[in-house]
C-alpha cells in the first residue's frame, strides 16, 4: 500500500472479527513503532501486547462486566490484539544528564520538561502503529486508559515508573464496525492550519 493510501484509508476501527493476527505481524507492527522518532534518541517507549486470555483480563480491569451493558463499542471487545504503549519518563531524564545533553537543564528532572516529550514520543510510536496495522490490511483504534492506568499495571506487571500512553486494539474490521460521530466534523482546510512565515 502506498504511504498516502494508509494515511488517508486509516481510520479508528471498533468493531473487529475473532480472528486472530499472527504473532509475526504483530512483532512487524511493533517493531515499526519502536523506530518512530525520540527525544535524544532516548528509544524509552515499549508495548505490552496481550492476546487470547490476557485481552479478557485487560477489560476485566478497564470495563468490568456490570458495566459492559450499554458500551457504545462491545464490537471493541472482540480485538484479538491489544498492544499498551509505555513510557519511561526517567528514562528521557536520565538521557538528558548525558554530557551532549546536559546543556538543556533537561536532566534536571521531570519537571524541568515543559512539554513531556516521552509522551510525545509515544505519541509518534502510536501513529506508527495505526499506519503499519493499516498498512497490513488490519484495522486498528487508539484509546486511553484514563484512571485505569493504575489498575493496568498491576495486572500485568508494569513496573510503576512506567507512564501509559494509550492501548491501541487491531484485529480484522467486522462487518458492523461504524464510525464515530465524531467523523461527522469536518476536518479544517489546508489553508486554515498552515501558517507561512507568520501566523
Not at 510525545?120 to 484495522?139: E, S, W
Request: proline content about 8%; charged content about 25%; hydrophobic content about 40%.
Amino acid at each position: 500500500m502506498e504511504f498516502e493510501q494508509a494515511v488517508q484509508g486509516r481510520r479508528m476501527v471498533r468493531s473487529f472479527t475473532p480472528e486472530p493476527v499472527a504473532p509475526a505481524v504483530v512483532d512487524e507492527i511493533c517493531d515499526l513503532a519502536r523506530r518512530a522518532p525520540t527525544a535524544g534518541n532516548t528509544a524509552a517507549v515499549e508495548f505490552l501486547v496481550l492476546e487470547g486470555d490476557s485481552t479478557r483480563a485487560y477489560w476485566d480491569v478497564t470495563l468490568p462486566s456490570g458495566q459492559r451493558e450499554g458500551f457504545t463499542w462491545p464490537g471493541l471487545l472482540a480485538a484479538p490484539v491489544l498492544v499498551v504503549a509505555w513510557v519511561d519518563p526517567g528514562a528521557y531524564v536520565s538521557r538528558y544528564r548525558e554530557p551532549d545533553k546536559a546543556h538543556t537543564g533537561l536532566g534536571a528532572g521531570e519537571e524541568a520538561w515543559p512539554v513531556p516529550y516521552w509522551f510525545v514520543d509515544g505519541g509518534a510510536a502510536v501513529m506508527t502503529m495505526l499506519l503499519a496495522a493499516r498498512d497490513r490490511g488490519l484495522g486498528a483504534a487508539f484509546f486511553g486508559m484514563f484512571d485505569h492506568e493504575g489498575a493496568v499495571r498491576r495486572q500485568f506487571g508494569v513496573p510503576p515508573d512506567r507512564r501509559g500512553v494509550g492501548t491501541v486494539a487491531m484485529g480484522h474490521r467486522a462487518e458492523d464496525d461504524r464510525p464515530s460521530r465524531s467523523t461527522g466534523r469536518d476536518r479544517p482546510d489546508l489553508s486554515d492550519v498552515v501558517h507561512r512565515a507568520h501566523w
